[in-house]
Antibody, heavy 119, light 107 residues
Framework: EVQLLESGGGLVQPGGSLRLSCAAS????????MTWVRQAPGKGLEWVSS????????HYTDSVKGRFTISRDNSKKTLYLQMNSLRAEDTAVYSC????????????WGKGTTVTVSS | EIVMTQSPATLSVSPGERATLSCRAS??????LAWYQRKPGQAPRLLIY???TRATGIPDRFSGSGSGTEFTLTISSLQSEDFAVYYC?????????FGGGTKVEIK
């Protein structure tokens, strides 16, 4: 069974940093692209960032470019999201998902970890 | 950026009835369109990818259709567990974008 478990969320002050992790099991992790999606309170789903299976190709939504970095450790079957210079508008539940084959739809999702940016 | 627009925002349906949800793209996404179901406190679930292919384990009462800019998710006979928020997403190009969602509620 494919399982994704996020961790690392919490309360952080504006301008602060957090690193989210997503531990994967039940599938050939290195063969699949991975994605982070967030959902702010009362809002819809928003794509944040994606990374290829080998980690050599990354993509970001404009609002996080230069502040967030997606990475992966295939030996540990873990996906990361380093978030710097956090803003109030980054407050959301962050979920990881594995992507389907060569396409970037989100196949299986984790339940998410909550990030709150507030002073 | 491709803007995805879902309608209606809320759909009130009685159990056993048919529900039809729409998703429109601001430019063609070919068939690179997925649908997701989200219930409170649960992870989103992939229902449909490739505009019309059901994901593993998805009941056949869920069906997707369309290509280009107009897409439809149909739930043929709503069950109690189907009341949720549904999102469409294009993966034709970057950035990936979601629609704003359609909430299917009990009438």
């Amino acid at each position: 069974e494919v399982q994704l478990l996020e961790s690392g969320g919490g309360l952080v002050q504006p301008g602060g940093s957090l690193r989210l992790s997503c531990a994967a099991s039940g599938f050939a992790f290195s063969s699949y692209a991975m994605t982070w999606v967030r959902q702010a309170p009362g809002k819809g789903l928003e794509w944040v960032s994606s990374i290829s299976g080998r980690g050599d190709s990354t993509h970001y939504t404009d609002s996080v470019k230069g502040r967030f970095t997606i990475s992966r450790d295939n030996s540990k079957k873990t996906l990361y999201l380093q978030m710097n210079s956090l803003r109030a508008e980054d407050t959301a539940v962050y979920s990881c998902a594995n992507n389907g084959g060569y396409d970037y739809y989100m196949d299986v999702w984790g339940k998410g970890t909550t990030v709150t940016v507030s002073s | 950026e491709i803007v995805m627009t879902q309608s209606p925002a809320t759909l009130s349906v009685s159990p056993g009835e048919r529900a039809t949800l729409s998703c429109r793209a601001s430019q063609s996404v070919s068939s690179n369109l997925a649908w997701y179901q989200r219930k409170p406190g649960q992870a989103p679930r992939l229902l449909i990818y490739g505009a019309s292919t059901r994901a593993t384990g998805i009941p056949d009462r869920f069906s997707g259709s369309g290509s280009g800019t107009e897409f439809t998710l149909t739930i043929s006979s709503l069950q109690s567990e189907d009341f949720a928020v549904y999102y469409c997403q294009q993966y034709y190009n970057w950035p990936l974008t979601f629609g704003g969602g359609t909430k299917v509620e009990i009438k």
